[in-house]
């Protein structure tokens, strides 16, 4: 027989090399620790006077002496912008200077003319015209506002007015609409489902006992017949 020839092997393609793992990288070299900083000294003002206020006490109110004179009351509660403006001028200062330079004379001015804002303002710029009490155009700041606001509400509560009832229930007071803002308690969402549920089947086993109450009720009776 003829010698067969080898059939021909299919060639493998050759399997790619694995790449090298690199190394662990190597730690860094630990820095030396920066030591803490000393806290920085607050800027120097200018045209800052010797005698100067960095704090200033003013209607139970502690005031950036920094600011302003104008800016730095405008932190006392009831006192706006336009209201310490007016009242700077009035008590005769520089708007733009600024309130640690002003003297404790100068200071107490202002306090006197803060305390005066209903005899010298227009009724339409106080914030309590026609007061319930004394009838006179009055100007509440500092934490007079908050006392009066309190009183204010008490006394609504007391007559049990509309409004008064409203923030007693905690309800708003104001006309606002309620079916989806405000709601509270459980009337939200999923709640209200489960809610309901529970009522029904509250009422379910209250008509449940109701009902096995009369049966018992009308055995007995038909018991006492018999008996006559």
């Known amino acids: 027989m003829p010698d067969e020839k080898p059939t021909p092997e299919a060639e493998v393609p050759p399997t790619p090399a694995k790449p090298e793992r690199g190394g662990r990288p190597a730690r860094k070299k630990e820095e030396p620790k920066e030591e803490p900083k000393a806290p920085r000294a607050p800027k120097k003002l200018e045209g800052v006077k010797e005698d100067f206020r960095y704090i200033v006490r003013m209607a139970n109110t502690?005031?950036?002496?920094?600011?302003?004179?104008?800016?730095?009351?405008?932190?006392i509660s009831g006192v706006?912008?336009?209201?310490?403006?007016?009242?700077?001028?009035?008590?005769?200062?520089?708007?733009?200077?600024?309130?640690g330079n002003l003297s404790e004379q100068d200071t107490d001015k202002i306090e006197a003319t803060l305390g005066n804002l209903g005899e010298t303002f227009p009724h339409w710029m106080v914030n309590r015209p026609k007061d319930w009490e004394s009838g006179l155009d009055l100007h509440a700041f500092g934490p007079d506002v908050e006392v009066r606001l309190r009183d204010d509400i008490n006394l609504m509560k007391m007559i049990r007015?509309?409004?008064?009832?409203?923030?007693?229930?905690?309800?708003?007071?104001?006309?606002?609409?309620?079916?989806?803002?405000?709601?509270?308690?459980?009337?939200?969402?999923?709640?209200?489902?489960?809610?309901?549920?529970?009522a029904k089947a509250k009422k379910a086993e209250e008509a449940g006992g109701k009902k096995a109450e009369k049966?018992?009720?009308?055995?007995?009776?038909?018991?006492?017949?018999?008996?006559?």
Do not use: C, F
Not at 63 to 74: H, I, N
Not at 80 to 99: C, H, M, Q
């Open 62 to 75: 502690d005031l950036d002496g920094t600011r302003s004179v104008a800016y730095a009351l405008t932190a």
């Open 161 to 198: 007015s509309y409004k008064g009832v409203r923030h007693e229930t905690g309800q708003k007071v104001r006309g606002q609409r309620t079916r989806s803002n405000g709601r509270t308690g459980l009337t939200v969402g999923v709640t209200k489902k489960a809610a309901l549920e529970a």
């Open 215 to 228: 049966k018992e009720e009308k055995k007995e009776e038909k018991k006492e017949e018999k008996k006559e």
């Open 80 to 99: 706006g912008i336009r209201v310490s403006e007016a009242v700077v001028d009035l008590a005769g200062l520089s708007r733009t200077e600024r309130l």
